[in-house]
């Protein structure tokens, strides 16, 4: 599976958009990038998936360039509740169950 | 019911005690899996099963047992653990090895 580098840490206030880079320069052909978020003593929480280009959902929008090499999730006007370590994931969706790299712990000040 | 349940929240338990961890979930998914998680660290893959059959055992070790009497029900087994298998223990489902994970709450394990 290919491996992911992210921040360690990123700070934010209300109201801002946060954008948390993920790289992963041996993405195969075949893998998919996944954003978790999780909550301290809580079960991590499926954010978005996305292959290429541009997703989009109710929550958040993964922007992937041509390359695949890096993806960049995207909250728009983060809230104090959005504090969370967010992951990032890259595998084929036909192989094996998700490899957790290091995570971002976002924190959101007001 | 978009939900993965796991019973109990909590558990201590002495080194020589024989507990079980249970996860339920009835999305009607094939793949269920076991990870753990230490503080402030990724959860890692324990064990995953596929259409109630093991699939994937992460070379953990014996003292874990996971089990899946049915399609619905993932069962973990601990028996003579140690100080160090203190941990939150995470289940989740999807509806097969290629579709998203989701997750249940964890259950938090202390071991003295």
């Known amino acids: 599976l290919a491996k992911t580098t992210q921040p360690i840490s990123m700070d934010s206030y209300e109201g801002q958009e946060v954008n948390i880079t993920c790289s992963h320069n041996n993405i195969a052909t075949n893998d998919y990038i996944t954003w978790y978020q999780q909550f301290p003593s809580q079960g991590p929480r499926f954010i978005i998936q996305g292959y290429k280009t541009k997703v989009t959902n109710e929550v958040a929008s993964l922007f992937i360039p041509a390359d695949r090499k890096s993806s960049t999730l995207s909250l728009p006007r983060v809230s104090l509740s959005d504090t969370a370590v967010y992951y990032c994931l890259v595998g084929d969706p036909a192989g094996t169950a998700l490899i957790f790299g290091k995570g971002t712990t976002l924190s959101v000040s007001s | 019911d978009t939900e993965v349940t796991q019973t109990p929240k909590h558990l201590v338990m002495g080194m020589t005690n024989k507990k079980s961890l249970k996860c339920e979930q009835h999305m009607g998914h094939r793949a269920m899996y076991w990870y753990k998680q230490k503080a402030k660290k990724p959860p890692e893959l324990m064990f995953v099963?596929?259409?109630?059959?093991?699939?994937i055992n992460e070379s953990v070790p014996s003292r874990f047992s996971p089990e899946c009497p049915n399609s619905s029900l993932l069962n973990l087994h601990l028996h003579a653990l140690q100080p160090e298998d203190s941990a939150l223990y995470l289940c989740?489902?999807?509806?097969?090895?290629?579709?998203?994970?989701?997750f249940g709450p964890g259950t938090r394990l202390t071991v003295l």
């Open positions: 099963y596929s259409y109630e059959k093991l699939s």
């Open positions: 989740a489902s999807s509806q097969d090895l290629t579709d998203t994970q989701y």
